[in-house]
């Protein structure tokens, strides 16, 4: 009696444990297409991303960090530090003794650039016990404190970031490293609609064509999920590093070219980086920073001319050894051209992240999330701590908060982890 009494009791004991404590570890895929505005579905027509809107959340608009372009941004999806944090500040590496500049594909391989304080998602997750993988994201090729993803992909230099072909192949790879070998998170990067976007503008008929391929390949992501029997455990955030505006230029506005402002000269400045879009900054020669910074500031209308030190705080974008002492950015429409116009795009991103036109998508589909759900907008430095959240991993320090994502989440019984909070309160009430 005794003895029946103590099974039953165990018998209990058991099935009431069984459903949490052998509950499988919730797993994340980070997607990011480049360049996806967070209204491009507006204008096409996207069953896919319409249907994961229905099977999980959609937010009306995230936020990136500002400087808006696409290295710093993705290395804030990955830490969730703003850019002036993280020191990834530029797509380019450089070094102003040598004058040195190595392009985006280039300065992925410069470890140093990379690898300066802030560990990426992937190695947190590795130290506690997890594994974690990357696919062509931004920050792949780089190691972190001598650590690398366990499962990476680096595309080569050459690379067609458009072919739908090779989208549907990379799919059923990182399907396949979750299945097989069993990774826990990975990053996965396309490399457009950006690209479209830069060559034809954003109210283009190929940003059409290219959100219907961004779509198609969507759906077969979540179907291909479904056929490698991940449905269950995967959690998959799909957002973008920026979005794009149009540039006008051809007599259609007063273009920015910095050697016609009058008293500014580029002998003033020993290094510099611009005509790469609406950004630039700039280090003038010892002891010619005010003259330099006297003559731009208010030059142009459409020119906005900070000292690093001035920047405003909403920006993130000053605290950093990395950042030149002079900042420049111009309104949308523009791009900010050194000695005289060399840049061609009809499409840019890297405008002052207010801008709605440089505001990414997000959506959210899996076990972790509520279903059909529209949600107000977030900062990006946010999906860090959601994804550390689902996983069940303590994150680093960081500048995102868990409370912003939150409500998103079915319970927080749901899923693996504990509610971790970041270090410092959030900033508002
Ligand atoms: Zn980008």
């Known amino acids: 009696?005794?003895?029946?009494?103590a099974l039953g009791l165990l018998w209990a004991s058991t099935i009431l444990a069984a459903p949490f404590e052998n509950k499988p570890r919730q797993k994340v895929l980070l997607i990011s297409f480049d360049g996806f505005r967070w209204d491009y579905?507006?204008?096409?027509?996207?069953?896919?991303?319409?249907?994961?809107?229905?099977?999980?959340?959609?937010?009306?608009?995230?936020?990136?960090?500002?400087?808006?372009?696409t290295s710093p941004t993705h290395f804030t999806l990955l830490s969730g530090r703003y850019i002036e944090n993280h020191g990834v500040i530029h797509n380019m590496w450089f070094n102003t003794s040598t004058q040195e500049k190595k392009p985006y594909y280039q300065s992925q391989f410069v470890n140093e650039w990379w690898d300066?304080?802030?560990?990426?998602?992937?190695?947190?997750?590795q130290r506690q016990g997890l594994k974690a993988g990357s696919l062509h994201f931004p920050g792949t090729a780089s190691s972190y404190q001598g650590q690398v993803a366990m499962v990476r992909e680096v595309e080569p230099l050459l690379y067609n970031y458009k072919n739908e072909t090779a989208w549907r192949e990379n799919t059923d790879k990182v399907m396949g490293w979750f299945r097989d070998q069993d990774l826990d998170f990975v990053s996965m990067y396309f490399g457009e609609p950006d690209g479209t976007g830069h060559r034809y503008g954003p109210n283009s008929p190929q940003i059409r064509a290219m959100v219907q391929q961004v779509d198609r390949t969507v759906g077969y992501i979540r179907q291909t999920a479904e056929h490698y029997g991940l449905?269950?455990?995967?959690?998959?955030?799909?957002?973008?590093?920026?979005?794009?505006?149009?540039?006008?230029?051809?007599g259609l506005v007063e273009e920015i070219t910095l050697s016609k402002i009058p008293g500014f000269s580029?002998?003033?400045?020993?290094?510099?980086?611009?005509?790469?879009?609406?950004?630039?900054?700039?280090?003038?020669?010892?002891?010619?920073?005010?003259?330099?910074?006297?003559?731009?500031?208010?030059?142009?209308?459409?020119?906005?001319?900070?000292?690093?030190?001035?920047?405003?705080?909403?920006?993130?974008?000053?605290?950093?050894?990395?950042i030149l002492p002079i900042i420049l950015?111009?309104?949308?429409?523009?791009?900010?051209?050194?000695?005289?116009?060399?840049?061609?795009?009809?499409?840019?991103?890297?405008?002052?992240?207010?801008?709605?036109?440089?505001?990414?998508?997000f959506r959210a589909v899996g076990p972790a999330f509520r279903q059909n759900l529209e949600v107000g907008p977030f900062e990006t430095v946010n999906i860090y701590p959601l994804m550390c959240h689902i996983l069940g991993i303590k994150p680093e320090v960081n500048d995102g908060h868990l409370n912003a994502t939150q409500h998103m989440l079915v319970t927080s019984s749901g899923t693996q982890g504990e509610f971790y909070q970041a270090n410092e309160p959030p900033p508002w009430p």
């Not at 009696?1 to 009494?5: C, G, N």
């Not at 507006?42 to 959609?58: E, I, S, W």
């Open 1 to 5: 009696m005794l003895w029946a009494l």
């Open 231 to 250: 449905k269950d455990r995967l959690n998959i955030i799909i957002t973008a590093d920026h979005g794009m505006s149009n540039v006008y230029r051809n």
């Open 116 to 125: 300066n304080g802030s560990l990426p998602i992937w190695i947190t997750a």
């Open 266 to 322: 580029f002998k003033d400045v020993s290094f510099h980086l611009v005509d790469f879009g609406p950004s630039g900054m700039l280090l003038p020669k010892p002891g010619r920073l005010d003259k330099v910074y006297n003559a731009l500031k208010g030059a142009h209308p459409h020119l906005h001319v900070y000292k690093k030190e001035e920047m405003p705080e909403r920006l993130h974008f000053s605290k950093n050894g990395r």
């Open 329 to 361: 950015w111009a309104d949308p429409g523009y791009v900010i051209n050194g000695y005289f116009p060399v840049q061609f795009h009809k499409g840019e991103h890297g405008f002052d992240n207010q801008e709605m036109d440089m505001k990414p998508f």
């Open 41 to 69: 579905d507006r204008y096409v027509d996207t069953p896919n991303l319409d249907q994961m809107a229905r099977d999980g959340v959609k937010a009306m608009y995230v936020t990136p960090p500002y400087l808006t372009i």
